[in-house]
């Protein structure tokens, strides 16, 4: 149980390309789900926090124009990178939570590399 | 100081040997507490969860919470070479935020 997928798993576009990453949740509803960004070697960094049907909060210093999220079902988040740049190349991980207190379950992360 | 703090290692065990992995947290009000497996290149995954102080076994790993010294441990038995990854701990609050505090990681390797 608790399976979160996450699309594409591996991108590579031109400079100034906008870049749609979807998360799915395929066997529970989940109320939040999260956007982490991770460059090698380091720590998880968390991007924002989305609630269905509301606007997702945002960490600080994290663009909430160029990063565009999408909570539109108690399954489905998306995460549009606007206008993407060489300094966004990344790898992009969604999480997934039914609740206050639960585990975050993960999708296997969207490797993007702008050229 | 940091909320969730890990030794980053790497921690070297030979294999069959005991892992012991430690976290220690700032927040007095954390409720929940996780530890993930991350491996290079790859996504972190859930391995044990812990809400109340003591221990909790599931297969080789044994987590261990003390609320009272906020300290939660991860102990992984029989280590094996695929054990070798990132050890992330993850800390929450049952009351308000949804987010999870997770640790840099330790890293541990598991030699043959």
């Known amino acids: 149980g608790a399976v979160v997928s996450q699309h594409p798993s591996w991108v590579i576009c031109k400079s100034g390309t906008s870049v749609k990453i979807e998360c799915r949740s395929l066997?529970?509803?989940?109320?939040?789900m999260f956007w982490y960004r991770q460059f090698p070697k380091q720590s998880l960094m968390l991007m924002a926090t989305?609630?269905?049907?509301?606007?997702?909060?945002?960490e600080q210093g994290v663009e909430k124009d160029k990063f565009l999220i999408n909570h539109a079902s108690l399954t489905l988040s998306t995460l549009t990178v606007t206008s993407a740049h060489p300094e966004d190349s990344s790898f992009y991980i969604c999480?997934?939570?039914?609740?206050?207190?639960?585990?975050?379950?993960f999708g296997d992360g969207t490797r993007l590399s702008i050229l | 100081q940091k909320e969730v703090e890990q030794n980053s290692g790497p921690l070297s065990v030979p294999e069959g040997a005991i892992a012991s992995l430690n976290c220690t947290y700032s927040?007095?009000?954390?409720?929940?507490f996780f530890w993930y497996r991350q491996y290079s290149g790859k996504s972190p995954e859930l391995i044990m969860s812990i809400y109340s102080n003591g221990d909790k076994e599931d297969g080789r790993f044994t987590a261990q919470l003390n609320k009272a010294s906020q300290y939660v441990s991860l102990l992984i038995r029989d280590s094996q070479p695929s054990d070798s990854a990132t050890y992330l701990c993850?800390?929450?609050?049952?009351?308000?935020?949804?987010?999870?505090?997770f640790g840099s990681g330790t890293r541990l390797l598991v030699r043959p």
């Open positions: 993850a800390v929450g609050r049952m009351d308000s935020s949804y987010k999870l505090i």
């Open positions: 989305s609630n269905e049907g509301s606007k997702a909060t945002y």
């Open positions: 927040d007095r009000g954390s409720q929940s």
């Open positions: 999480s997934a939570q039914t609740g206050l207190g639960q585990p975050q379950h």
């Open positions: 066997d529970f509803q989940a109320t939040t």
